[in-house]
């Protein structure tokens, strides 16, 4: 865990047990980790405003009684509501898809490559920070979440690949969390894309899939980040995330109900055995469904206390399993699948000659023959940057992908081939 994750975990459980008395003493313009001071009107907090804030968290009881207790809200009951009366999330304006460009490998410069990279690793700092003032019970503009997913956005549109090869890099840099919103985000606009929803659609999309797990940050760290097997009364606190995430999102001005019914439906399952509620597909929101899958294939790609990390091919094959049995939809997983491919842009794969490559593009068409770029030679040493070249396997015959290896590019070599 990195510093600034335990920092964060540290004032979690400090301002969870904080006497409501000592609130009256803090300052109504707060400075970040950075000394920045939050002069917007909007985001200015007041004692009174934070002391109801921590005050509802603290009322939750423990284990299953606080997981049925949060069932039976005033909260739940209300999105539930609004959740019965919902008639959007149908795709609506001109695909995205159809106005998507790809550029190849030779108009990626160096300097192209790395402002992607930073652009990633500041965003999982913006993440870290943003989350930091929600759970301190501050105000924040929903504005400030578009504009950590605007950019990524922005590159999508040219360049849907090297967006791909980010979603599944992990930053050993960050906590496992900050890593996942941003993967959940980059996982979903694709699949959105994809499945024919506009721009705005798949903005928000995105936007929802950043926030979805937010109520886990409001969980115990100790739960989080445990080593051993989940107890059943850690099971029960992990599955109150989804409701317990909706105080955070109250305190984002202007958020829109669809990211509020991703937070709170994307663990439900088509057949009815998801939580918080046990709904089945008629009341699940369409975005909840995407986002779901995008939060499984990323689980899954990491390592747990009780598995180790599946592959991203590994990790595909369980989400159409999944979608086979009924849990999920499975046009939306055929969709990730098209976009990925069966061997997902950006992992490393062994060729039936005994070089080792990298996927850099999906062929539609031809699932198990994406573009990659070659890594090593036959005697399996390292070829070097100028003389790593590219394989449309959709066009040769006796090259192909022999199997997906199980090593994850590092910081340094996320760009290679690319």
């Known amino acids: 865990m990195g510093i600034k994750s335990a920092k964060l975990n540290s004032e979690i459980k400090q301002l969870l047990n904080i006497k409501f008395d000592d609130l009256d003493n803090l300052d109504l313009l707060e400075e970040d980790s950075e000394g920045h001071l939050f002069l917007d009107p909007e985001e200015i907090t007041s004692p009174q405003e934070k002391q109801t804030f921590y005050q509802c968290l603290q009322d939750i009881p423990k284990g299953k009684e606080g997981f049925e207790h949060l069932q039976e809200s005033q909260k739940a009951k209300a999105i539930d509501g609004k959740l019965e009366n919902c008639t959007n999330g149908a795709p609506d304006g001109p695909p995205l898809h159809d106005a998507l460009e790809q550029i190849g490998v030779k108009d990626r410069t160096s300097s192209y490559k790395k402002g992607v990279q930073d652009v990633y690793d500041a965003a999982l700092s913006q993440i870290e920070q943003l989350f930091l003032e929600l759970i301190r019970g501050n105000r924040v503009k929903y504005s400030r979440i578009q504009e950590i997913t605007d950019p990524f956005t922005k590159n999508f549109m040219t360049d849907q690949a090297i967006i791909q090869n980010l979603s599944v890099f992990y930053s050993i840099e960050h906590d496992y969390l900050p890593n996942h919103f941003l993967r959940n985000f980059l996982l979903a606009i694709n699949i959105g894309s994809s499945s024919g929803y506009s721009l705005p659609q798949v903005k928000q999309m995105g936007e929802a899939a950043l926030l979805a797990d937010i109520g886990m940050i409001m969980i115990n760290g100790d739960i989080r980040i445990k080593k051993d097997a989940l107890t059943q009364e850690d099971e ?114 062994l060729l039936n000659d005994n070089r080792m490559a990298k996927v850099i593009q999906s062929n539609a068409g031809s699932p198990l023959k994406p573009l990659i770029s070659v890594l090593t030679d036959k005697k399996e040493q390292t070829l070097s940057e100028k003389k790593i070249f590219q394989i449309d396997c959709s066009q040769e015959e006796d090259i192909y992908i022999e199997r997906p290896l199980n090593i994850r590019a590092g910081k340094n070599e996320v760009m290679i081939g690319f």
């Open 236 to 349: 029960w606190e992990l599955k109150k995330h989804p409701i317990i995430g909706l105080y955070a999102l109250e305190r984002l001005n202007g958020i829109p109900d669809e990211i509020v019914f991703v937070a709170y439906q994307h663990h439900e399952r088509l057949t009815g055995d998801g939580y918080p509620k046990g709904n089945q597909s008629r009341v699940i929101h369409p975005y909840a469904q995407i986002v779901a899958i995008a939060d499984i294939f990323d689980a899954l790609c990491n390592e747990r206390a009780y598995r180790g990390s599946y592959n991203p091919s590994e990790s595909l094959k369980s989400i159409l399993k999944m979608a086979v049995s009924g849990h999920l939809d499975k046009t939306y997983v055929h969709n990730l699948i098209k976009y990925l491919s069966a061997f997902p842009v950006g992992s490393l794969v």
